[in-house]
């Protein structure tokens, strides 16, 4: 089986245009469930480097509904993927192990899960200087475990992880 590699590609424009489009088919397929949806991850932050995979994350009111979900996201090509380790959100991709081009996080509005992402993205979108430490970072970890995402990921943890610390500090205290 193969292993999906690490390929990150300078940020590209279009990434914003190609978010907007499959936001509007998932609103489509989903109408009233999504009571949030937002564009994250590296290909949400203008100048970032990126695995070419556009992170989209849904916020619903309560995760038992995304069982309804399976078969109208299925007709706009959104696979779902059973991941147990994820007990706060579900996870959903477009395309093959290759070619996948969409990820669609499912989670609850308002959780700690959305906080962190939105956190995350909009601390790096302010602080360009942090930005670019993460592009270095993403960078140095891909040329080491460009084939070994799972690794690769892990060894971002520690990063994220400051960088949510760092964006509550502001939200709270600027």
Same mark, same amino acid.
């Given at each position: 089986?193969?292993?999906?590699?690490?390929?990150?590609?300078?940020?590209?424009?279009?990434?914003?245009?190609?978010?907007?489009?499959?936001?509007?088919?998932?609103?489509?397929?989903?109408?009233?469930?999504?009571?949030?949806?937002?564009?994250?991850?590296?290909?949400?932050?203008?100048?970032?480097?990126?695995?070419?995979?556009?992170?989209?994350?849904?916020?619903?009111?309560? &995760?038992? =509904?995304? !069982?309804?979900?399976?078969?109208?996201?299925?007709?706009? *090509?959104? $696979?779902?993927?059973? /991941?147990?380790?994820?007990?706060?959100?579900?996870?959903?991709?477009?395309?093959? &192990?290759? =070619?996948? !081009?969409?990820?669609?996080?499912?989670?609850?509005?308002? *959780?700690? $899960?959305?906080?962190? /992402?939105?956190?995350?993205?909009?601390?790096?979108?302010?602080?360009?200087?942090?930005?670019?430490?993460?592009?270095?970072?993403?960078?140095?970890?891909?040329?080491?475990?460009?084939?070994?995402?799972?690794?690769?990921?892990?060894?971002?943890?520690?990063?994220?992880?400051?960088?949510?610390?760092?964006?509550?500090?502001?939200?709270?205290?600027?």
């Amino acid at each position: 089986m193969n292993k999906p590699i690490v390929n990150l590609s300078e940020y590209k424009e279009e990434w914003e245009s190609q978010y907007e489009y499959e936001k509007s088919r998932i609103m489509d397929v989903l109408g009233d469930e999504i009571v949030g949806i937002e564009h994250i991850g590296s290909t949400s932050i203008k100048g970032l480097k990126a695995k070419p995979i556009i992170d989209i994350l849904v916020g619903v009111r309560d &995760l038992i =509904t995304v !069982t309804n979900f399976m078969r109208p996201l299925n007709k706009i *090509s959104f $696979e779902y993927v059973h /991941k147990p380790e994820l007990l706060d959100r579900r996870f959903f991709k477009k395309g093959s &192990l290759e =070619t996948c !081009t969409f990820h669609l996080h499912i989670c609850e509005i308002n *959780s700690k $899960e959305w906080e962190e /992402k939105l956190i995350f993205r909009d601390y790096l979108r302010k602080h360009p200087q942090m930005a670019k430490q993460y592009a270095s970072l993403k960078t140095e970890l891909a040329s080491k475990y460009t084939y070994d995402r799972q690794t690769y990921t892990k060894h971002k943890e520690p990063f994220i992880k400051y960088i949510i610390e760092k964006g509550r500090e502001d939200v709270y205290f600027y």
